[in-house]
């Protein structure tokens, strides 16, 4: 795949994160749960934090220190997607959906401060901690980064020897 198709791709992962989160801020009140499936509801939070609103409670400083990391990281991915060889295409894919969902993550905080989720899954009254697209495609980037690591380097160096 092209150099660029991959920056098309990250950019298309952010759009469609803009707008869902537009979406749910237009159609979602904060704080109040709207039931989709018995395991799935919609439900608009803000998320001062990272992860699993991790550092949430930091009192304000978490903000630049999240938006350093996610400039940092989307620099870093920026560059190595620019650096992979075509047959690479495993490894950009996995890099594309990690910068797509980090630059909406990090729009989101640099305009708000915080991040917007509105995805809840749960289980009975087991509730897994809202999230939105980007981290869905963090996620997704992340798995497929790690598929690469453990499966694809094996499988690349029985092919060369």
Known sequence: MARWNWYLLSLTIFVLDYWSKWFATTRLYYGEPVVVQPWLNWLLVHNRGAAFSFMADGGGWQ????????????VFLVV?????????????LAFTCILG???????????????????QLHYQEYYWPAFNL?????????????????????RDSETTA
């Open 101 to 119: 969902g980090a630059l909406g993550n990090l729009a989101d905080r640099a305009r708000f401060g915080y991040v917007i989720d509105f995805v």
């Open 63 to 74: 903000r630049y220190f999240f938006l350093l990391l996610g400039g940092g990281v989307g």
């Open 80 to 92: 190595a997607l620019w650096r992979l060889k075509r047959s690479e295409w495993q490894l950009g």
């Open 134 to 154: 980007a981290d869905s495609a963090i996620t997704l980037g992340a798995l497929l980064w790690l598929w690469h690591l453990w499966f694809g380097q094996h």
